[in-house]
């Protein structure tokens, strides 16, 4: 059975930061495509980095580019989000996604259709 949990969600500050957990089991975490995506109210959902097995190749959406870094703990079969410079349009409740790797493809899936399984979410709420 796949199960991705998201944990490190919460409350803070402008300019605070939060790191985001996403525990996985079930899978071949070491060979899948992981990403991280988010949906603030009234929004829809977007993706906000991705990172490929192997090398580890990333993607950031430009939003959060040089603010979050992305990464993965294979041995654990745990992904990161590290999130800096936090600002109040970043509150979102934030997923961590698995997609199947494309073999010799060099960056994950952006697209949300292409990611298969999902965790339940965890909330991170900036303010000014």
């Known amino acids: 059975q796949v199960q991705l949990v998201e944990s490190g969600g919460g409350s803070v500050q402008a300019g605070g930061s939060l790191r985001l957990s996403c525990t996985t089991s079930g899978y071949t975490f070491s060979r899948s495509c992981m990403g991280w995506f988010r949906q603030a109210p009234g929004k829809e959902r977007e993706t906000v980095a991705t990172?490929?097995?192997?090398?580890?190749?990333?993607y950031y959406a430009d939003s959060v580019k040089g603010r979050f870094t992305i990464s993965r703990d294979n041995a654990k079969k745990t992904l990161y989000l590290q999130m800096n410079s936090l600002k109040p349009e970043d509150t979102a409740m934030y997923y961590c996604?698995?997609?199947?790797?494309?073999?010799?493809?060099?960056?994950?899936?952006?697209?949300?259709?292409?990611?298969?399984?999902w965790g339940q979410g965890t909330q991170v709420t900036v303010s000014s």
């Open positions: 990172i490929s097995p192997g090398l580890g190749f990333t």
């Open positions: 996604a698995r997609a199947e790797y494309v073999s010799g493809s060099v960056y994950c899936a952006r697209s949300l259709d292409q990611y298969n399984f």
